[in-house]
């Protein structure tokens, strides 16, 4: 062998070459280990009996019982309340995304007086808590003849303070929209909302994914709104489901609570897996103009 050839082999299999990405691999698994642990044991669980969950802490139950996931829906009306998150979430997404191009669209490329000023006041929203305009949301929805319906937890979601992030992500990548593009879709006699649907739109596909995934997953985890709005039973979201799986004495069922939280969240995090770099990415590119 060469001396050259040696010299590159010696420098390709060094010690500390090898090494290293053994190390840091190592040391994100341990970091990773206290993020996994509580869902891994939330799976787990959902196969134990009720007084298995907290009595013999382990890995994987003794008998994996799949029933705990038959019985959430016998306990109660389980698929209807999965059912209304699923409809309530989507018509919320849809509702935000269309909404929300609009508005963004309209502070980045349109020229109209006080812009600035009730652009600034939209983002303001996000420095309220949602506890602090629940009372007076409750009396409006309550004047309006809303509460004990849907209603409230599609118009807030898509009105409040999470439409107000929505906007500033769809205006943030409507700002770096060449001007030209512009200029030659209204040359061809495109109107402003032509060009939004036609031009802007399809050309932001980052930033659309990432206001749906992010307002799907607002949606479907509300529980403070459902809890306030809504009574009747059939009418639950699966937040309010997930809380409701308690014995007459107000004790939680483990076994199924944990089975039904399982149901519930499996879906949104694969979901969230594998469309998470478009999230980043989206989100990384909306700070870039402004």
């Known amino acids: 062998m060469k001396p050259d050839a040696t010299a590159s082999a010696r420098k390709l299999f060094h010690p500390r070459r090898v090494l290293a990405p053994m190390l ?20 787990t669980s959902s196969f134990k009996t009720a007084t298995e969950v907290f009595a013999d802490p382990s890995l994987f139950p003794s008998v994996w019982r799949w029933r705990n996931f038959i019985g959430a829906f016998h306990y109660q009306p389980f698929a209807r309340h999965y059912f209304n998150s699923v409809y309530i979430a989507l ?8 909404i ?7 502070f980045s490329r349109l020229r109209f007086r006080g812009r600035s000023i009730l652009f600034v006041l939209i983002l303001s929203s996000l420095m309220m808590p949602a506890e602090v305009t629940i009372v007076p949301n409750f009396f409006l929805m309550n004047y309006l003849g809303l509460t004990n319906t849907h209603w409230p937890l ?5 009105l409040g303070a999470h439409g107000a992030l929505a906007t500033f992500i769809m205006r943030q990548h409507f700002l770096t929209l060449p001007s030209d593009v512009e200029d030659a879709a209204r040359i061809d006699g495109l109107s402003n ?8 739109m399809p050309i932001a596909g980052s930033a659309i994914s990432a206001v749906t995934i992010l307002t799907f997953l607002h949606s479907w985890n509300l529980f403070l709104e459902p809890l306030v709005f809504i009574n009747e039973l059939e009418l639950f979201t699966l937040p309010l489901s997930l809380n409701n799986f308690r ?20 879906p949104i995090l694969l979901v969230y897996i594998v469309a998470q770099k478009r999230i980043a990415n989206a989100l990384a590119f909306s700070g870039i103009k402004g």
């Open 24 to 43: 840091g691999t190592a040391v994100l698994v341990l970091i990773a280990v206290p993020f996994f642990f509580p869902f891994w044991w939330m799976i």
């Open 91 to 98: 018509i919320v997404t849809f509702s935000t995304v269309f």
């Open 100 to 106: 929300c191009s609009m508005s963004g669209y309209a």
């Open 154 to 158: 599609i118009l807030l979601a898509v």
């Open 193 to 200: 909302f032509g060009i939004l649907i036609r031009i802007a």
């Open 247 to 266: 014995d007459a004495y107000g004790v939680p069922l483990w076994h199924l609570q944990l089975a039904a939280t399982t149901m519930s969240v499996v």
